[in-house]
């Protein structure tokens, strides 16, 4: 084999090493589950489950959200406010740089949260029960 094949296979095979952790530093939603809720190795687990059900645009949608809320929930603890005020913060200033309507907004979060929790869950987080009540959303799903 010439020697630049040997030397091509290995960049290659160094730049795709390097594609997974790029795209996994990249994630908001994998950092705000960080900074928010767990550990690196539950939060990636989650978020690659939560990837696979909601779908690429939807995933991103939800990350664009998410990156929203964790700032907007830091600058409301900060200040000695509350989570929901946080949230709903968030939704409408989604909806606002978006250019999506509020209140289809305010539609799909809460079900993209709620599978967000479940992926949490089934990940081995220590997320609370309550709404927790479909299970079969990951049904057979490995970690």
């Known amino acids: 084999m010439p020697i630049w094949n040997v030397r091509a296979t290995a960049v290659l095979a160094a730049c795709l090493m390097l594609i997974p952790s790029i795209s996994f530093a990249e994630d908001p939603v994998t950092e705000g589950c960080q900074s928010e809720i767990a550990d690196a190795s539950v939060c990636g687990c989650a978020a690659k489950r939560l990837g696979r059900f909601l779908g690429t645009e939807n995933f991103k949608r939800y990350a664009a959200f998410f990156n929203i809320y964790v700032k907007r929930h830091a600058e409301q603890i900060a200040r000695g406010g509350e989570t929901l005020s946080a ?31 479940y992926a949490l869950k089934a990940c081995g987080a220590a997320v609370p029960d309550a709404g927790l009540d479909k299970s079969l959303l990951f049904y057979g799903e490995s970690r």
């Open 87 to 117: 949230w709903n913060g968030a939704m409408a200033r989604y909806a606002k740089e978006s250019g999506e309507d509020q209140f289809e907004v305010m539609g799909w979060v809460p079900d993209y949260q709620y599978a967000h929790r």
